[in-house]
């Protein structure tokens, strides 16, 4: 870290969003369980950036879309201090990449949290990306590094009503999710067979 924010050992193009975000490194193979409560960070910058290409968040394959919108599973909140009720669930900001209609019952069932305590399952009209989130680095007046993680960095902060003494300087961000603000609600019935008419894996190779 310097005085002009956050990098890495020969960091490349590969390493920085088109916003400038500094994001982690992740290499190595895949192996054990997939984690649905701890979406690898990689994997959700690659689901979540392109509003025209949103990808499942099991399966990386394209989220089903059809006339309604994207689908999404969107978790209920726990209830805690860093994960309050919020009064226009489910019409929120997340961090939940969308899901294939295949994969959907599998990351419903398998997601510890949505099991506990429950979740919604609709088609999303409209998916803006609105921040990204991750870890600020900081000088400290003491001489050492001051961490703030959860820090949430807007893409346009004065939109959100922000006040310029709390805007997360993104130089000093190591991002780990981009946040999608979800409206345009339509609900879903994960049991509604006619859901899955044509249902496929979203990463099965085509011919």
Same mark, same amino acid.
């Given at each position: @870290?310097?005085?002009d924010g956050?990098t =890495?050992?020969? &960091? ?9 975000? $500094? ?5 190595? !193979? ?5 984690l649905?409560?701890? %979406? ?6 690659? *689901? @979540?950036? #392109? !509003? ?5 968040? %099991? ?11 994207? $689908?999404? $599973? ?16 489910? +019409? ?8 294939? *209609?295949?994969h959907? !019952? ?7 949290? @949505?099991?506990?305590?429950? =979740? ?6 409209? &998916?803006? /990306?609105?921040?990204?989130?991750g870890?600020?680095?900081?000088? #400290?007046? *003491? ?7 959860? *820090?949430?960095?807007?893409l346009? !902060?004065?939109? +959100? ?12 961000? /190591? &991002?780990?999710? /981009? ?5 345009? @609600? ?8 006619? /859901? =899955? $008419? ?6 099965? +190779? +085509?011919?």
């Open positions: @870290m310097s005085r956050l =890495y050992d020969g &960091a490349g193009p590969a390493d920085r969003d088109p916003e400038g975000f $500094l994001w982690p490194q992740v290499i190595g !193979p895949e192996t054990g369980r997939y649905y409560a701890d %979406v690898n960070p990689v994997k959700q910058r690659l *689901a @979540m950036q #392109s !509003p025209h290409r949103l990808l499942c968040q %099991v399966g990386m394959g394209p989220a089903t879309r059809t006339a309604t919108g994207v $689908l999404w $599973l969107v978790p209920k909140a726990t209830g805690t201090a860093q994960d309050p009720v919020h009064p226009r669930w489910p +019409e929120i900001r997340t961090t939940e990449p969308p899901v294939c *209609a295949f959907a !019952p599998y990351a419903a069932r398998d997601c510890k949290r @949505m099991r506990r305590f429950g =979740y919604g399952a609709f088609f999303v009209r409209k &998916a803006e /990306l609105v921040a990204v989130e870890t600020v680095y900081r000088p #400290s007046p *003491a001489g050492g590094i001051e961490v703030f993680k959860g *820090a949430v960095c807007e346009d !902060p004065f939109g +959100e009503e922000e006040q310029p003494e709390s805007i997360v300087d993104p130089r000093f961000m /190591l &991002a780990r999710h /981009l946040v999608r603000r979800l409206r345009g @609600m339509t609900p879903v019935d994960l049991s509604d067979p006619e /859901l =899955y $008419l044509n249902a496929v894996p979203c990463n099965q +190779e +085509e011919g």
